[in-house]
């Protein structure tokens, strides 16, 4: 008997949470600082999901956080800080990956 056999019953417990963290998020929320009016409506733009699932593609996790900059329009930007707040369905972020944006308050702390 190998040690994967011997250890046969413990690999199935783990597998079913290995799995989860290996799925396809189907949705990722995302808390972002500043929130302001510009900054929404920057991140509502399909352009910038497109971009997230592009660069962020791979395993999240909930309290990452993301140093990223939006368009403010004519050539000026606004650095922002993303933090990931929650996961559903897996925690890999892919193509199929759907962003929801809140605004977070940095004022308390």
């Not at 699932?53 to 140093?67: I, K, Q």
């Not at 890999?92 to 990956?97: K, L, Q």
């Amino acid at each position: 008997m190998n040690d994967e056999q011997a250890n046969g019953r413990q690999s199935e417990s783990l597998a079913p949470a290995d799995r989860a963290d290996a799925a396809t998020a189907t949705t990722v929320v995302l808390s972002y600082a500043p929130a302001t009016e510009r900054v929404a409506t920057a991140l509502s733009a399909e352009s910038y999901r497109t971009y997230l699932c592009r660069t962020r593609r791979g395993p999240v996790a909930v309290g990452d956080e993301f140093e990223e900059f939006v368009s403010c329009g004519c050539g000026t930007t606004r650095d922002i800080t993303l933090r990931v707040e929650d996961t559903v369905d897996g925690a890999v972020v892919t193509n199929e990956t759907r962003f929801v944006f809140e605004p977070r308050d940095e004022r308390g702390g």
